[in-house]
């Protein structure tokens, strides 16, 4: 079963502008699926996004995890994930707990790189989260993986389960 779960972490820039990051991880790999920094966001850029993952890699998710955020629950949303045959797993309001995954990276974002910068722009916003995002996913060992990457992790999972060709 693959299920993408993702969500928005909020920051500033210095003059104090609001940043929002939609961040979408896979929870099995734990992979970072992207990091978007924006202004603001609407269940349009949400399915953009989503379809842009799906496009890059080639894998449609069975579920998606989120909470209930009017971006989240949004009819074009919720059109998209009927038409396409995702299915929604919604957490209870109140109950981050319940979509772990994408809170803990939210939390290892915060720590290892939103509190440790000063944002001027947008442009320094997005570099930054994509500098992040590379790290995570190609030299950050993780606990969850054996103390693999999740490249790593997922390049060893596809070698050992590829079919023999006859």
């Not at 209870?92 to 290892?112: C, K, L, T, V, Y």
């Not at 992790?153 to 050992?160: G, I, K, M, Q």
Request: charged fraction near 25%.
């Amino acid at each position: 079963m693959h299920v993408l779960s993702f969500d928005f972490q909020s920051d500033v820039t210095s003059c104090g502008r609001h940043i929002r990051f939609f961040n979408v991880i896979d929870e099995y790999t734990r992979t970072a699926l992207a990091i978007i920094p924006r202004r603001a966001f609407k269940a349009a850029d949400v399915v953009a996004v989503l379809e842009d993952i799906i496009a890059e890699t080639g894998i449609q998710p069975a579920f998606v995890r989120c909470d209930n955020g009017p971006e989240f629950t949004a009819g074009e949303l919720v059109e998209w994930c009927n038409t396409v045959g995702v299915s929604t797993a919604f957490i209870d309001p109140g109950s981050p707990w319940q979509n772990g995954f994408i809170e803990s990276f939210n939390a290892q974002f915060r720590r290892e790189q939103l509190s440790g910068e000063i944002m001027d722009t947008m442009v320094e916003a997005k570099y930054l989260a994509d500098e992040w995002k590379d790290i995570y996913n190609h030299e950050r060992p993780h606990g969850s993986l054996d103390g693999l990457t999740p490249s790593r992790f997922w390049d060893e999972w596809v070698r050992e389960n590829q079919l023999a060709i006859a």
